[in-house]
Protein backbone atom coordinates (compact mmCIF):
# COMPACT_ATOMS: atom_id res chain seq x y z
CA UNK A 1 0.00 0.00 0.00
CA UNK A 2 2.60 2.58 1.21
CA UNK A 3 4.05 2.32 -2.55
CA UNK A 4 1.00 2.28 -4.26
CA UNK A 5 -0.17 5.62 -1.83
CA UNK A 6 3.57 7.28 -3.32
CA UNK A 7 3.10 6.57 -6.61
CA UNK A 8 -0.39 8.36 -6.72
CA UNK A 9 0.51 11.00 -4.81
CA UNK A 10 3.57 11.33 -7.08
CA UNK A 11 1.11 11.49 -10.10
CA UNK A 12 -0.90 14.30 -9.41
CA UNK A 13 0.80 17.02 -10.00
CA UNK A 14 0.84 15.23 -14.06
CA UNK A 15 -2.64 14.91 -13.26
CA UNK A 16 -3.33 18.72 -12.17
CA UNK A 17 -1.07 20.30 -15.07
CA UNK A 18 -3.44 18.21 -17.11
CA UNK A 19 -6.24 19.40 -16.06
CA UNK A 20 -5.11 23.11 -15.63
CA UNK A 21 -3.60 23.21 -19.24
CA UNK A 22 -3.98 27.05 -21.42
CA UNK A 23 -5.35 27.94 -17.64
CA UNK A 24 -4.01 31.41 -17.19
CA UNK A 25 -1.98 32.00 -13.94
CA UNK A 26 -4.46 33.74 -11.89
CA UNK A 27 -6.12 33.05 -8.23
CA UNK A 28 -8.41 30.37 -8.75
CA UNK A 29 -12.38 31.43 -8.70
CA UNK A 30 -14.14 29.39 -5.72
CA UNK A 31 -17.96 28.97 -6.28
CA UNK A 32 -19.07 27.39 -3.36
CA UNK A 33 -22.96 26.37 -2.65
CA UNK A 34 -24.01 26.58 0.30
CA UNK A 35 -23.75 23.48 2.89
CA UNK A 36 -26.19 21.25 2.98
CA UNK A 37 -27.01 18.55 5.74
CA UNK A 38 -27.50 15.07 4.08
CA UNK A 39 -27.65 13.30 7.49
CA UNK A 40 -30.10 14.76 9.01
CA UNK A 41 -32.91 13.60 6.80
CA UNK A 42 -32.74 12.10 3.39
CA UNK A 43 -33.74 15.49 1.18
CA UNK A 44 -30.37 17.54 1.47
CA UNK A 45 -31.55 20.54 3.57
CA UNK A 46 -29.17 23.87 4.24
CA UNK A 47 -28.51 24.18 7.94
CA UNK A 48 -31.60 26.58 9.10
CA UNK A 49 -33.86 24.09 7.92
CA UNK A 50 -32.49 20.64 8.53
CA UNK A 51 -34.01 18.78 11.49
CA UNK A 52 -32.52 17.59 15.03
CA UNK A 53 -29.52 18.98 16.26
CA UNK A 54 -26.40 18.43 14.75
CA UNK A 55 -22.73 20.37 13.69
CA UNK A 56 -21.35 20.99 10.26
CA UNK A 57 -16.71 20.97 10.26
CA UNK A 58 -16.16 22.93 7.02
CA UNK A 59 -13.19 22.47 4.53
CA UNK A 60 -12.29 26.05 6.20
CA UNK A 61 -11.92 24.19 10.01
CA UNK A 62 -10.12 21.61 9.14
CA UNK A 63 -7.37 23.27 6.80
CA UNK A 64 -7.03 25.32 9.87
CA UNK A 65 -6.17 23.42 11.84
CA UNK A 66 -3.61 21.29 9.80
CA UNK A 67 -5.16 18.21 11.41
CA UNK A 68 -3.58 14.24 10.41
CA UNK A 69 -6.49 12.51 12.22
CA UNK A 70 -10.55 12.45 12.24
CA UNK A 71 -10.21 11.70 15.96
CA UNK A 72 -8.71 15.35 16.13
CA UNK A 73 -11.34 17.28 14.26
CA UNK A 74 -14.25 15.52 16.14
CA UNK A 75 -12.37 15.71 19.75
CA UNK A 76 -13.83 19.37 20.23
CA UNK A 77 -17.47 18.17 19.09
CA UNK A 78 -20.48 18.97 21.54
CA UNK A 79 -21.96 15.98 22.48
CA UNK A 80 -18.96 13.87 21.67
CA UNK A 81 -16.30 12.01 23.73
CA UNK A 82 -13.49 10.41 21.66
CA UNK A 83 -11.20 8.51 23.40
CA UNK A 84 -7.91 7.40 21.52
CA UNK A 85 -5.59 5.02 23.99
CA UNK A 86 -2.10 6.61 23.97
CA UNK A 87 -1.03 7.21 20.23
CA UNK A 88 -2.67 6.71 17.21
CA UNK A 89 -1.56 2.88 16.94
CA UNK A 90 -4.55 2.68 19.96
CA UNK A 91 -8.28 2.17 18.51
CA UNK A 92 -10.25 5.14 18.48
CA UNK A 93 -13.68 4.98 19.65
CA UNK A 94 -16.41 7.97 19.64
CA UNK A 95 -19.26 7.82 22.63
CA UNK A 96 -22.15 9.87 21.18
CA UNK A 97 -24.36 11.43 24.46
CA UNK A 98 -23.26 9.01 26.49
CA UNK A 99 -24.35 6.04 24.19
CA UNK A 100 -21.69 3.17 23.18
CA UNK A 101 -19.36 3.55 20.14
CA UNK A 102 -21.03 1.22 18.01
CA UNK A 103 -24.35 3.05 18.39
CA UNK A 104 -23.22 5.63 16.46
CA UNK A 105 -23.35 5.36 12.53
CA UNK A 106 -20.34 6.00 10.45
CA UNK A 107 -20.56 7.30 6.70
CA UNK A 108 -18.40 8.20 4.12
CA UNK A 109 -19.99 9.81 1.23
CA UNK A 110 -22.97 7.83 2.55
CA UNK A 111 -21.60 4.25 2.81
CA UNK A 112 -21.97 2.25 5.96
CA UNK A 113 -18.61 1.85 7.36
CA UNK A 114 -19.58 0.00 10.72
CA UNK A 115 -17.73 -3.36 11.14
CA UNK A 116 -20.34 -6.32 12.71
CA UNK A 117 -17.29 -8.56 12.80
CA UNK A 118 -15.27 -6.46 15.16
CA UNK A 119 -15.29 -7.14 18.94
CA UNK A 120 -16.80 -3.94 19.73
CA UNK A 121 -19.94 -4.75 18.83
CA UNK A 122 -20.18 -3.10 15.53
CA UNK A 123 -18.32 0.07 16.04
CA UNK A 124 -15.40 1.93 13.78
CA UNK A 125 -12.16 2.49 14.49
CA UNK A 126 -11.80 5.95 13.64
CA UNK A 127 -8.25 6.36 13.99
CA UNK A 128 -7.50 4.88 10.50
CA UNK A 129 -9.10 8.09 8.65
CA UNK A 130 -7.11 10.56 7.30
CA UNK A 131 -8.67 13.69 6.25
CA UNK A 132 -7.16 13.98 3.29
CA UNK A 133 -9.71 15.28 0.66
CA UNK A 134 -12.54 15.88 3.14
CA UNK A 135 -14.87 18.40 2.19
CA UNK A 136 -16.71 18.59 5.63
CA UNK A 137 -17.63 16.63 7.92
CA UNK A 138 -21.85 16.72 9.23
CA UNK A 139 -22.44 15.32 12.95
CA UNK A 140 -26.62 14.87 13.80
CA UNK A 141 -27.18 13.50 17.39
CA UNK A 142 -29.43 11.44 18.76
CA UNK A 143 -32.12 8.98 17.63
CA UNK A 144 -31.95 8.85 13.53
CA UNK A 145 -33.31 5.10 12.34
CA UNK A 146 -35.81 6.98 10.36
CA UNK A 147 -33.35 8.00 8.02
CA UNK A 148 -30.28 5.65 8.30
CA UNK A 149 -32.17 2.66 9.93
CA UNK A 150 -29.70 0.41 11.86
CA UNK A 151 -26.79 1.74 14.44
CA UNK A 152 -28.43 5.12 14.05
CA UNK A 153 -29.09 4.80 18.01
CA UNK A 154 -27.21 7.77 19.43
CA UNK A 155 -25.96 9.68 16.19
CA UNK A 156 -24.54 9.69 12.76
CA UNK A 157 -21.38 11.06 11.43
CA UNK A 158 -21.05 11.44 7.53
CA UNK A 159 -17.48 12.17 6.26
CA UNK A 160 -18.41 14.08 2.76
CA UNK A 161 -15.34 14.01 0.58
CA UNK A 162 -14.31 16.86 -1.81
CA UNK A 163 -15.40 17.05 -5.96
CA UNK A 164 -14.13 18.89 -8.53
CA UNK A 165 -17.34 20.87 -9.23
CA UNK A 166 -16.53 24.10 -7.07
CA UNK A 167 -12.92 24.94 -8.21
CA UNK A 168 -9.75 23.67 -10.50
CA UNK A 169 -7.02 22.97 -7.74
CA UNK A 170 -3.58 21.40 -6.98
CA UNK A 171 -2.73 20.66 -4.03
CA UNK A 172 0.79 19.21 -2.16
CA UNK A 173 1.09 19.41 1.59
CA UNK A 174 4.04 17.93 3.26
CA UNK A 175 4.71 17.79 6.94
CA UNK A 176 7.36 15.81 9.82
CA UNK A 177 8.00 16.30 13.74
CA UNK A 178 9.47 14.36 16.96
CA UNK A 179 9.46 10.66 16.96
CA UNK A 180 10.12 10.64 13.42
CA UNK A 181 6.20 10.99 12.46
CA UNK A 182 5.91 12.27 8.66
CA UNK A 183 2.37 12.96 6.24
CA UNK A 184 2.57 13.34 2.72
CA UNK A 185 -0.89 14.81 0.80
CA UNK A 186 -1.39 15.87 -2.53
CA UNK A 187 -5.11 16.11 -4.52
CA UNK A 188 -6.22 17.51 -7.63
CA UNK A 189 -9.52 18.49 -8.87
CA UNK A 190 -11.18 20.01 -11.59
CA UNK A 191 -13.61 20.18 -14.51
CA UNK A 192 -13.00 18.59 -17.64
CA UNK A 193 -15.78 19.89 -19.82
CA UNK A 194 -19.01 18.39 -18.91
CA UNK A 195 -17.54 16.14 -16.16
CA UNK A 196 -15.53 16.87 -13.27
CA UNK A 197 -12.60 14.76 -11.42
CA UNK A 198 -10.85 14.92 -7.87
CA UNK A 199 -7.79 12.70 -6.77
CA UNK A 200 -6.76 12.74 -3.45
CA UNK A 201 -4.10 10.54 -1.64
CA UNK A 202 -2.30 10.42 1.60
CA UNK A 203 0.33 8.15 3.22
CA UNK A 204 0.94 8.69 7.38
CA UNK A 205 3.86 6.96 9.59
CA UNK A 206 3.46 7.86 13.38
CA UNK A 207 6.97 7.29 13.90
CA UNK A 208 8.14 5.92 17.04
CA UNK A 209 6.17 7.23 20.10
CA UNK A 210 7.59 6.60 23.69
CA UNK A 211 4.65 4.23 24.14
CA UNK A 212 6.15 1.89 21.35
CA UNK A 213 2.59 1.81 19.80
CA UNK A 214 3.17 2.14 15.76
CA UNK A 215 0.96 3.25 13.04
CA UNK A 216 1.15 3.10 9.41
CA UNK A 217 -1.52 4.25 6.57
CA UNK A 218 -2.40 5.41 3.65
CA UNK A 219 -5.32 6.02 1.13
CA UNK A 220 -6.50 6.94 -2.33
CA UNK A 221 -9.84 8.38 -3.45
CA UNK A 222 -11.05 9.11 -6.76
CA UNK A 223 -14.34 11.04 -7.84
CA UNK A 224 -15.69 11.81 -10.99
CA UNK A 225 -19.01 13.32 -12.08
CA UNK A 226 -21.00 13.92 -14.95
CA UNK A 227 -23.56 16.31 -16.55
CA UNK A 228 -26.05 14.77 -18.51
CA UNK A 229 -29.27 16.26 -20.88
CA UNK A 230 -32.53 16.53 -18.86
CA UNK A 231 -30.98 17.49 -15.49
CA UNK A 232 -29.46 14.20 -15.07
CA UNK A 233 -26.41 13.60 -13.80
CA UNK A 234 -24.16 10.71 -13.05
CA UNK A 235 -21.27 10.57 -10.03
CA UNK A 236 -18.65 7.28 -9.21
CA UNK A 237 -16.22 7.50 -5.82
CA UNK A 238 -13.67 5.26 -5.02
CA UNK A 239 -11.39 4.89 -1.73
CA UNK A 240 -8.97 2.43 -1.41
CA UNK A 241 -7.42 2.49 2.54
CA UNK A 242 -4.57 0.48 3.79
CA UNK A 243 -3.35 0.68 7.29
CA UNK A 244 -1.42 -1.21 9.79
CA UNK A 245 -0.67 -0.38 13.30
CA UNK A 246 0.61 -1.97 16.69
CA UNK A 247 -0.80 -1.51 20.30
CA UNK A 248 -1.40 -2.83 23.45
CA UNK A 249 -4.65 -4.71 23.18
CA UNK A 250 -7.84 -3.18 24.84
CA UNK A 251 -7.94 -4.02 28.79
CA UNK A 252 -4.37 -5.02 29.11
CA UNK A 253 -3.30 -2.04 30.95
CA UNK A 254 -1.49 -0.30 28.36
CA UNK A 255 2.14 0.67 29.10
CA UNK A 256 2.03 1.03 32.04
CA UNK A 257 0.33 -1.79 33.54
CA UNK A 258 0.68 -4.38 30.62
CA UNK A 259 2.06 -7.79 31.84
CA UNK A 260 2.56 -9.43 28.60
CA UNK A 261 4.89 -6.68 26.62
CA UNK A 262 4.14 -7.64 22.92
CA UNK A 263 2.38 -5.59 21.37
CA UNK A 264 -0.94 -6.65 18.99
CA UNK A 265 -0.53 -6.43 15.11
CA UNK A 266 -3.41 -5.24 12.64
CA UNK A 267 -3.46 -4.81 9.29
CA UNK A 268 -6.74 -3.50 7.48
CA UNK A 269 -7.39 -2.78 4.05
CA UNK A 270 -10.80 -1.24 2.69
CA UNK A 271 -12.24 -0.76 -0.62
CA UNK A 272 -15.08 1.08 -1.44
CA UNK A 273 -17.49 2.39 -4.23
CA UNK A 274 -20.41 4.75 -4.70
CA UNK A 275 -22.19 4.98 -7.69
CA UNK A 276 -25.01 7.73 -7.77
CA UNK A 277 -27.41 8.63 -10.30
CA UNK A 278 -29.81 11.35 -10.15
CA UNK A 279 -31.89 13.99 -12.17
CA UNK A 280 -34.06 17.20 -10.84
CA UNK A 281 -36.57 18.31 -13.35
CA UNK A 282 -39.47 20.79 -11.84
CA UNK A 283 -41.44 19.88 -8.75
CA UNK A 284 -41.97 16.25 -9.53
CA UNK A 285 -38.48 14.64 -10.29
CA UNK A 286 -35.88 14.88 -8.08
CA UNK A 287 -34.77 11.40 -8.07
CA UNK A 288 -31.41 9.65 -6.69
CA UNK A 289 -30.55 6.10 -7.28
CA UNK A 290 -27.66 4.88 -5.10
CA UNK A 291 -25.24 1.52 -5.45
CA UNK A 292 -22.74 0.70 -2.24
CA UNK A 293 -20.27 -1.41 -2.30
CA UNK A 294 -17.74 -1.73 0.49
CA UNK A 295 -14.93 -4.50 1.50
CA UNK A 296 -12.73 -5.00 4.69
CA UNK A 297 -9.83 -7.39 5.69
CA UNK A 298 -8.36 -7.14 8.92
CA UNK A 299 -5.53 -9.41 10.12
CA UNK A 300 -4.93 -9.28 13.98
CA UNK A 301 -1.95 -10.64 15.83
CA UNK A 302 -3.28 -11.04 19.60
CA UNK A 303 -0.40 -11.79 22.68
CA UNK A 304 -3.67 -12.09 24.41
CA UNK A 305 -3.89 -10.56 28.59
CA UNK A 306 -2.67 -11.84 31.53
CA UNK A 307 -4.85 -12.62 34.11
CA UNK A 308 -5.55 -9.97 37.04
CA UNK A 309 -8.04 -8.42 38.87
CA UNK A 310 -10.19 -7.07 36.27
CA UNK A 311 -9.96 -10.47 34.02
CA UNK A 312 -9.30 -13.76 36.41
CA UNK A 313 -9.07 -15.80 33.29
CA UNK A 314 -7.63 -14.16 31.14
CA UNK A 315 -7.76 -13.50 27.05
CA UNK A 316 -5.59 -16.04 25.48
CA UNK A 317 -3.64 -15.11 22.58
CA UNK A 318 -5.41 -15.18 18.83
CA UNK A 319 -4.04 -14.64 15.57
CA UNK A 320 -7.33 -14.20 12.95
CA UNK A 321 -8.82 -12.84 9.58
CA UNK A 322 -12.07 -11.16 9.54
CA UNK A 323 -13.79 -10.49 6.08
CA UNK A 324 -16.68 -8.09 5.35
CA UNK A 325 -18.48 -7.61 2.30
CA UNK A 326 -20.93 -5.20 2.00
CA UNK A 327 -23.80 -3.84 -0.70
CA UNK A 328 -26.46 -1.36 -0.94
CA UNK A 329 -29.29 -0.14 -3.33
CA UNK A 330 -31.37 2.91 -2.78
CA UNK A 331 -33.75 4.67 -4.25
CA UNK A 332 -35.04 8.09 -3.04
CA UNK A 333 -37.69 10.76 -4.94
CA UNK A 334 -38.80 14.11 -3.81
CA UNK A 335 -41.92 16.37 -4.86
CA UNK A 336 -42.50 19.89 -3.83
CA UNK A 337 -46.37 20.44 -5.30
CA UNK A 338 -46.16 23.89 -3.32
CA UNK A 339 -43.67 26.27 -2.14
CA UNK A 340 -42.08 25.61 1.28
CA UNK A 341 -43.84 21.83 1.36
CA UNK A 342 -41.71 18.76 0.01
CA UNK A 343 -42.47 14.94 0.20
CA UNK A 344 -39.86 12.61 0.00
CA UNK A 345 -40.14 8.74 -0.31
CA UNK A 346 -37.74 5.39 -1.07
CA UNK A 347 -36.37 2.75 0.45
CA UNK A 348 -32.92 1.13 0.39
CA UNK A 349 -31.86 -2.75 1.69
CA UNK A 350 -28.38 -3.64 2.09
CA UNK A 351 -26.32 -7.08 2.06
CA UNK A 352 -23.63 -7.76 4.72
CA UNK A 353 -21.52 -11.11 4.41
CA UNK A 354 -18.90 -11.89 7.45
CA UNK A 355 -16.76 -14.70 8.76
CA UNK A 356 -14.10 -14.37 11.21
CA UNK A 357 -11.54 -16.81 11.33
CA UNK A 358 -8.56 -18.20 13.61
CA UNK A 359 -5.33 -18.94 11.19
CA UNK A 360 -3.68 -20.88 14.48
CA UNK A 361 -5.81 -23.87 13.35
CA UNK A 362 -5.85 -24.03 9.49
CA UNK A 363 -8.19 -26.47 8.36
CA UNK A 364 -10.90 -25.59 11.45
CA UNK A 365 -13.89 -24.04 10.43
CA UNK A 366 -14.57 -20.00 10.83
CA UNK A 367 -15.25 -18.91 14.39
CA UNK A 368 -18.25 -17.79 12.66
CA UNK A 369 -19.99 -17.01 9.06
CA UNK A 370 -23.00 -15.03 9.05
CA UNK A 371 -24.67 -12.90 6.54
CA UNK A 372 -27.90 -10.65 6.85
CA UNK A 373 -30.13 -8.58 4.78
CA UNK A 374 -31.70 -5.34 6.07
CA UNK A 375 -34.22 -2.70 4.15
CA UNK A 376 -37.14 -1.12 3.58
CA UNK A 377 -39.48 2.09 2.76
CA UNK A 378 -39.09 5.34 4.43
CA UNK A 379 -41.01 8.96 3.91
CA UNK A 380 -40.61 12.23 5.22
CA UNK A 381 -42.38 15.14 4.70
CA UNK A 382 -40.74 19.22 5.38
CA UNK A 383 -43.05 22.43 5.50
CA UNK A 384 -41.31 26.07 5.85
CA UNK A 385 -43.78 28.23 6.66
CA UNK A 386 -43.57 32.37 6.17
CA UNK A 387 -43.89 32.66 9.79
CA UNK A 388 -40.78 31.14 11.10
CA UNK A 389 -42.02 27.75 11.44
CA UNK A 390 -40.44 24.79 10.02
CA UNK A 391 -41.87 21.38 10.45
CA UNK A 392 -40.52 17.26 10.11
CA UNK A 393 -41.90 14.54 10.36
CA UNK A 394 -40.29 10.94 8.83
CA UNK A 395 -41.14 7.56 9.39
CA UNK A 396 -39.16 4.13 8.23
CA UNK A 397 -39.96 0.07 8.27
CA UNK A 398 -36.85 -2.42 8.30
CA UNK A 399 -37.09 -6.35 7.78
CA UNK A 400 -34.19 -8.24 8.01
CA UNK A 401 -33.77 -12.37 7.60
CA UNK A 402 -33.00 -12.58 11.29
CA UNK A 403 -35.53 -10.63 13.01
CA UNK A 404 -38.53 -9.42 13.43
CA UNK A 405 -39.48 -6.02 11.44
CA UNK A 406 -38.43 -2.07 13.17
CA UNK A 407 -40.74 0.53 12.67
CA UNK A 408 -38.67 3.86 13.60
CA UNK A 409 -40.05 7.09 13.66
CA UNK A 410 -39.04 10.93 14.03
CA UNK A 411 -40.59 14.79 14.44
CA UNK A 412 -38.68 17.98 14.27
CA UNK A 413 -39.93 21.61 14.64
CA UNK A 414 -38.40 24.77 14.72
CA UNK A 415 -39.80 28.40 15.25
CA UNK A 416 -37.81 31.56 14.89
CA UNK A 417 -39.51 34.25 17.73
CA UNK A 418 -39.93 37.46 16.03
CA UNK A 419 -38.02 40.46 17.46
CA UNK A 420 -35.96 38.88 20.12
CA UNK A 421 -34.16 36.76 17.17
CA UNK A 422 -34.41 33.27 19.47
CA UNK A 423 -34.51 30.11 17.22
CA UNK A 424 -36.46 27.43 19.35
CA UNK A 425 -35.93 23.67 17.71
CA UNK A 426 -37.27 20.24 19.04
CA UNK A 427 -37.04 16.76 18.01
CA UNK A 428 -37.85 13.22 19.04
CA UNK A 429 -37.30 9.84 17.35
CA UNK A 430 -36.75 6.16 17.79
CA UNK A 431 -33.57 4.36 16.86
CA UNK A 432 -32.29 0.45 16.77
CA UNK A 433 -29.65 -1.28 16.12
CA UNK A 434 -29.28 -5.14 15.36
CA UNK A 435 -26.81 -7.46 17.40
CA UNK A 436 -23.24 -7.43 15.23
CA UNK A 437 -22.24 -10.79 13.68
CA UNK A 438 -19.28 -11.04 16.85
CA UNK A 439 -21.73 -10.56 19.69
CA UNK A 440 -24.27 -13.08 18.13
CA UNK A 441 -21.57 -15.59 16.84
CA UNK A 442 -18.29 -15.10 19.16
CA UNK A 443 -17.07 -18.68 20.39
CA UNK A 444 -16.08 -17.30 23.35
CA UNK A 445 -18.50 -14.05 24.28
CA UNK A 446 -21.19 -14.51 21.48
CA UNK A 447 -24.67 -14.90 22.79
CA UNK A 448 -27.40 -15.89 19.92
CA UNK A 449 -30.59 -15.03 22.04
CA UNK A 450 -29.46 -11.01 21.93
CA UNK A 451 -32.26 -8.74 20.48
CA UNK A 452 -32.25 -5.81 19.21
CA UNK A 453 -31.18 -2.48 21.10
CA UNK A 454 -33.75 0.49 21.00
CA UNK A 455 -33.76 3.95 21.43
CA UNK A 456 -36.39 6.84 22.25
CA UNK A 457 -34.44 10.10 22.46
CA UNK A 458 -35.58 13.93 22.01
CA UNK A 459 -33.55 17.13 22.68
CA UNK A 460 -34.95 21.07 22.99
CA UNK A 461 -32.44 23.42 22.07
CA UNK A 462 -32.36 27.51 21.98
CA UNK A 463 -29.92 29.69 19.75
CA UNK A 464 -29.94 33.08 19.40
CA UNK A 465 -27.62 35.95 18.04
CA UNK A 466 -25.93 38.86 19.76
CA UNK A 467 -23.77 42.12 18.43
CA UNK A 468 -24.87 42.27 14.95
CA UNK A 469 -24.15 38.64 15.07
CA UNK A 470 -20.58 38.84 15.77
CA UNK A 471 -22.07 36.26 18.84
CA UNK A 472 -24.12 32.95 18.94
CA UNK A 473 -24.89 30.66 21.28
CA UNK A 474 -26.90 27.39 21.74
CA UNK A 475 -28.01 25.61 24.33
CA UNK A 476 -29.32 22.22 23.97
CA UNK A 477 -31.22 19.67 26.42
CA UNK A 478 -31.13 16.28 25.22
CA UNK A 479 -32.50 12.78 26.76
CA UNK A 480 -32.05 9.06 25.32
CA UNK A 481 -33.48 5.81 26.85
CA UNK A 482 -31.92 3.12 25.58
CA UNK A 483 -34.01 -0.98 25.99
CA UNK A 484 -32.23 -4.09 25.21
CA UNK A 485 -28.63 -2.23 25.78
CA UNK A 486 -25.61 -5.10 24.96
CA UNK A 487 -22.94 -5.35 27.41
CA UNK A 488 -20.09 -7.31 28.44
CA UNK A 489 -20.14 -8.98 32.08
CA UNK A 490 -18.53 -11.46 33.94
CA UNK A 491 -20.63 -14.69 34.76
CA UNK A 492 -19.25 -17.45 36.73
CA UNK A 493 -16.07 -15.60 35.79
CA UNK A 494 -17.02 -16.71 32.27
CA UNK A 495 -17.17 -13.61 29.86
CA UNK A 496 -20.15 -12.84 28.30
CA UNK A 497 -22.72 -10.45 25.99
CA UNK A 498 -26.27 -9.96 27.48
CA UNK A 499 -28.84 -7.35 27.06
CA UNK A 500 -29.55 -4.97 30.45
CA UNK A 501 -32.96 -3.89 30.71
CA UNK A 502 -32.82 -0.24 30.31
CA UNK A 503 -29.89 2.39 30.07
CA UNK A 504 -30.97 6.37 30.13
CA UNK A 505 -28.77 8.97 29.18
CA UNK A 506 -29.22 12.68 29.54
CA UNK A 507 -27.36 16.16 29.96
CA UNK A 508 -26.70 19.51 27.94
CA UNK A 509 -24.65 20.99 25.45
CA UNK A 510 -23.59 24.61 25.54
CA UNK A 511 -21.97 26.02 22.34
CA UNK A 512 -20.85 29.83 21.86
CA UNK A 513 -18.50 31.53 18.99
CA UNK A 514 -17.80 34.88 18.95
CA UNK A 515 -15.95 37.37 16.26
CA UNK A 516 -14.01 39.59 19.46
CA UNK A 517 -12.18 41.80 16.56
CA UNK A 518 -11.85 41.20 13.72
CA UNK A 519 -8.90 39.35 13.62
CA UNK A 520 -9.88 37.29 16.64
CA UNK A 521 -12.46 34.41 16.56
CA UNK A 522 -13.30 32.28 19.70
CA UNK A 523 -15.10 29.24 19.44
CA UNK A 524 -16.17 26.77 22.50
CA UNK A 525 -19.14 24.38 24.27
CA UNK A 526 -19.25 22.59 27.29
CA UNK A 527 -21.14 19.10 27.54
CA UNK A 528 -21.98 17.42 30.72
CA UNK A 529 -23.74 13.73 30.29
CA UNK A 530 -25.13 11.34 32.82
CA UNK A 531 -25.62 7.70 32.10
CA UNK A 532 -27.52 5.33 34.42
CA UNK A 533 -28.24 1.58 34.20
CA UNK A 534 -31.76 1.04 35.81
CA UNK A 535 -32.15 -1.27 38.43
CA UNK A 536 -28.36 -1.90 38.94
CA UNK A 537 -24.99 -0.09 40.84
CA UNK A 538 -23.07 -0.99 37.69
CA UNK A 539 -21.38 2.12 35.99
CA UNK A 540 -20.76 1.91 31.92
CA UNK A 541 -17.12 2.95 31.79
CA UNK A 542 -15.06 5.24 29.01
CA UNK A 543 -17.56 8.32 29.12
CA UNK A 544 -17.30 11.34 31.29
CA UNK A 545 -19.82 14.03 32.81
CA UNK A 546 -18.00 16.79 32.21
CA UNK A 547 -15.98 17.53 28.94
CA UNK A 548 -15.03 20.75 27.04
CA UNK A 549 -13.41 22.58 24.46
CA UNK A 550 -12.34 25.89 23.56
CA UNK A 551 -10.51 27.34 20.36
CA UNK A 552 -8.93 31.07 19.88
CA UNK A 553 -7.74 31.89 16.34
CA UNK A 554 -6.08 35.40 15.87
CA UNK A 555 -5.10 36.98 12.09
CA UNK A 556 -2.11 39.26 13.63
CA UNK A 557 -1.22 40.33 9.83
CA UNK A 558 -1.98 39.73 7.08
CA UNK A 559 -1.50 35.79 5.83
CA UNK A 560 -0.82 34.94 9.40
CA UNK A 561 -2.82 33.07 11.37
CA UNK A 562 -1.99 31.39 14.83
CA UNK A 563 -4.46 29.13 16.05
CA UNK A 564 -4.52 27.74 19.74
CA UNK A 565 -7.18 24.93 21.14
CA UNK A 566 -7.77 23.55 24.40
CA UNK A 567 -9.86 20.31 24.95
CA UNK A 568 -10.87 18.92 28.83
CA UNK A 569 -11.89 16.24 30.23
CA UNK A 570 -13.19 15.12 33.70
CA UNK A 571 -13.01 12.14 35.22
CA UNK A 572 -13.75 8.60 33.95
CA UNK A 573 -14.76 5.37 35.08
CA UNK A 574 -12.34 2.36 33.45
CA UNK A 575 -11.19 -1.25 34.24
CA UNK A 576 -8.50 -3.61 33.35
CA UNK A 577 -7.01 -6.48 33.71
CA UNK A 578 -4.24 -6.15 35.92
CA UNK A 579 -6.15 -3.22 38.06
CA UNK A 580 -9.65 -4.42 38.10
CA UNK A 581 -11.77 -0.74 38.08
CA UNK A 582 -10.58 2.62 38.67
CA UNK A 583 -11.28 6.15 38.16
CA UNK A 584 -9.23 8.24 36.08
CA UNK A 585 -7.97 11.97 36.62
CA UNK A 586 -9.57 14.71 34.58
CA UNK A 587 -7.32 16.08 32.12
CA UNK A 588 -6.65 18.92 29.81
CA UNK A 589 -4.68 19.37 26.41
CA UNK A 590 -3.51 22.47 24.75
CA UNK A 591 -2.54 22.36 20.97
CA UNK A 592 -0.69 25.19 19.18
CA UNK A 593 -0.36 25.85 15.56
CA UNK A 594 0.84 28.91 13.33
CA UNK A 595 0.84 29.22 9.36
CA UNK A 596 2.01 31.40 7.58
CA UNK A 597 1.36 32.24 3.66
CA UNK A 598 5.31 32.99 2.07
CA UNK A 599 3.89 33.29 -1.53
CA UNK A 600 0.96 32.99 -3.57
CA UNK A 601 0.81 29.55 -3.63
CA UNK A 602 3.14 28.87 -0.73
CA UNK A 603 2.32 28.47 2.83
CA UNK A 604 4.54 27.30 6.28
CA UNK A 605 3.00 25.95 9.16
CA UNK A 606 4.13 24.70 12.65
CA UNK A 607 1.98 22.54 14.72
CA UNK A 608 2.36 22.03 18.59
CA UNK A 609 0.68 19.18 20.10
CA UNK A 610 -0.03 18.73 23.59
CA UNK A 611 1.96 21.74 24.50
CA UNK A 612 1.86 21.43 28.17
CA UNK A 613 3.36 17.80 27.91
CA UNK A 614 0.26 16.54 29.66
CA UNK A 615 0.74 13.15 31.06
CA UNK A 616 -2.92 11.83 31.18
CA UNK A 617 -4.71 8.54 30.69
CA UNK A 618 -7.73 8.28 28.04
CA UNK A 619 -7.63 4.55 29.27
CA UNK A 620 -5.87 2.85 32.04
CA UNK A 621 -2.11 2.42 31.36
CA UNK A 622 -2.34 3.94 28.14
CA UNK A 623 -0.10 7.16 29.06
CA UNK A 624 -0.80 10.07 26.55
CA UNK A 625 2.26 10.67 23.97
CA UNK A 626 3.75 13.93 25.28
CA UNK A 627 4.37 17.06 23.44
CA UNK A 628 5.31 16.68 19.81
CA UNK A 629 5.96 19.72 17.36
CA UNK A 630 5.39 19.18 13.64
CA UNK A 631 6.36 20.92 11.11
CA UNK A 632 4.99 21.48 7.22
CA UNK A 633 4.52 23.15 4.09
CA UNK A 634 1.62 23.08 1.93
CA UNK A 635 1.60 24.55 -2.67
CA UNK A 636 -1.79 25.03 -3.69
CA UNK A 637 -2.42 26.12 -7.38
Known amino acids: MRGLALSAIVMLPALALAETEDVPDEEPTVHRLGPVVVTASREPQPPEYAPGTFSVISREEIERGHYTSVVDILRRVPGLHVEQPGSRGGRASIYTRGLDPNHTLILIDGVRMNDPNNNRGGSFDLSTLDPAGVERIEISRGPISAVHGSAAIAGVINIITRTGRDAQEFLLDGSGGRWGVYRVVAEARGRVGFADLSVAGAWIDEGDPPDGQQYRGGNIKADVGLQLPAG ?26 AVIRTLEERDIREVGLH ?92 NFELDRVVGGPFAELHWRSAYGLVLYGGVRADFSNESSSEVTPRVSAEYSVP ?12 GFKLPAFFSLASPVVGNP ?8 GWDLALSRSFWKDRVAGRLAYFEIEVKDLIDFVFIDFQPSLIN ?24 GNLTFTDTDIRHTSDDLLNRPRWRGALT ?34 PWGRVDLSASWRVRKHVSLYLEIDNLFDSNHQEAVGFRAPGIRPRAGVTARF
Open 232 to 257: ASLRAMFRYADSESESFPDDSGGDAF
Open 275 to 366: VEAAQKTGRWIDYTFGFDYRQRREDRDSPGIAPGVGIPTGIPSESSRDELDYYALSLRNTVKPVDGFSFTAGGDVYWEEGSSSDQLSPGQPP
Open 419 to 430: VIDLVVKGSWGE
Open 449 to 456: DLVAERSK
Open 500 to 523: RSKVVSRGFEFELSAKLFDSLDLN
Open 552 to 585: LIWDPVEDVTIRAAALIVGSVKDSSAPTGDVTLD
